[in-house]
């Protein structure tokens, strides 16, 4: 049994065969996927809902990614205030920092995460982290990490490190203020040791597997469109890293999801990991 927590299964990616990436993940056993509500921009924030209503195993999330934080304006505050409602809605994001590419100035992209935590915390939804520092830099992490501990911290509500790609220093960091930490496709790739030395850290109760789908394709599927099927690779390396089979590791992260959302858990998620 796996979980995906996270993965962007709008994408035009998938226009051709969007059913049956979904009915391959099953079969896969992925028994939960996380659809996010980021699309193109803050007109498309119900993208992950729309998926969440056709299926009873896909949850959404809605947000403002930092790449689009340019185009953020009041009206998408409102309408996502809106769609934070939706029974559907489990978080919000992905948010955060992306310095790496800088699509949004970096002042915009910190005001619009800062507004959409407070809109987090007045829906009470815990937040899901993009967080991308330029190139040999820590600069993201340092102003992510800052702006988490003055207007998050004490919410009280924890949230995603999504696609975690940092060290063990701000992974702990996170955990302090009630984070899971999330790995995605990139831990198996060769050059990513730093990702694995900090997947070595983590508590096995502390942390989540993802797709990042259609992006970060893992070994070895690396250089092909990612799906959420896929994940059982990162749960294999994962496991790998941990002592753990792919079974056993997919089992504790998915008992992780459903315990960190308060969701019902399945009949399969309460076996034993042993």
Same mark, same amino acid.
């Given at each position: 049994?796996?979980?995906?927590?996270?993965?962007?299964?709008?994408?035009?990616?998938?226009?051709?065969?969007?059913?049956?990436?979904?009915?391959?993940?099953?079969?896969?056993?992925?028994?939960?996927?996380?659809?996010?509500?980021?699309?193109?921009?803050?007109?498309?924030?119900? *993208?992950?809902?729309?998926?969440?209503?056709?299926?009873?195993?896909?949850?959404?999330?809605?947000?403002?990614?930092?790449?689009?934080?340019?185009?953020?304006?009041?009206?998408?505050?409102?309408?996502?205030?809106?769609?934070?409602?939706?029974?559907?809605?489990?978080?919000?994001?992905?948010?955060?920092?992306?310095?790496?590419?800088?699509?949004?100035?970096?002042?915009?992209?910190?005001?619009?995460?800062?507004?959409?935590?407070?809109?987090?915390?007045?829906?009470?939804?815990?937040?899901?982290?993009? *967080?991308?520092?330029?190139?040999? *830099?820590?600069?993201?992490?340092?102003?992510?990490?800052?702006?988490?501990?003055?207007?998050?911290?004490?919410?009280?509500?924890?949230?995603?490190?999504? *696609?975690?790609?940092?060290?063990?220093?701000?992974?702990?960091?996170?955990?302090?203020?009630?984070?899971?930490?999330?790995?995605?496709?990139?831990?198996?790739?060769?050059?990513?040791?730093?990702?694995?030395?900090?997947?070595?850290?983590?508590?096995?109760?502390?942390?989540?597997?993802?797709?990042?789908?259609?992006?970060?394709?893992?070994?070895?599927?690396?250089?092909?469109?990612?799906?959420?099927?896929?994940?059982?690779?990162?749960?294999?390396?994962?496991?790998?890293?941990?002592?753990?089979?792919?079974?056993?590791?997919?089992?504790?992260?998915?008992?992780?999801?459903?315990?960190?959302?308060?969701?019902?858990?399945?009949?399969?998620?309460?076996?034993?990991?042993?």
């Amino acid at each position: 049994m796996f979980v995906d927590s996270h993965a962007h299964l709008d994408g035009t990616q998938f226009d051709s065969d969007r059913e049956q990436v979904i009915a391959r993940a099953q079969e896969a056993g992925v028994r939960t996927m996380v659809a996010i509500g980021n699309g193109d921009g803050p007109e498309h924030a119900d *993208c992950g809902i729309r998926l969440a209503e056709q299926y009873d195993f896909i949850y959404a999330t809605l947000g403002i990614h930092p790449h689009e934080a340019k185009l953020a304006d009041e009206a998408s505050y409102q309408n996502m205030e809106r769609l934070a409602r939706h029974p559907k809605v489990i978080a919000w994001g992905e948010i955060g920092l992306d310095y790496f590419y800088d699509h949004s100035p970096r002042d915009v992209q910190k005001e619009v995460f800062a507004r959409q935590m407070e809109l987090a915390a007045f829906a009470k939804l815990p937040i899901v982290i993009h *967080c991308r520092p330029s190139e040999g *830099c820590d600069d993201a992490w340092e102003d992510c990490l800052l702006l988490l501990r003055e207007h998050w911290a004490a919410k009280g509500l924890g949230g995603i490190l999504h *696609c975690f790609t940092g060290r063990w220093a701000q992974a702990k960091n996170a955990l302090d203020m009630g984070f899971m930490i999330s790995f995605a496709g990139n831990l198996t790739f060769p050059k990513a040791q730093q990702i694995r030395d900090a997947a070595l850290e983590v508590p096995l109760d502390r942390m989540l597997i993802e797709t990042d789908s259609p992006f970060l394709a893992p070994v070895p599927h690396r250089g092909q469109r990612n799906e959420p099927a896929f994940v059982k690779e990162t749960a294999r390396k994962l496991g790998e890293l941990r002592g753990l089979t792919a079974e056993n590791l997919g089992l504790q992260t998915s008992r992780n999801f459903y315990n960190f959302f308060k969701l019902i858990e399945t009949a399969e998620s309460k076996v034993s990991t042993g």
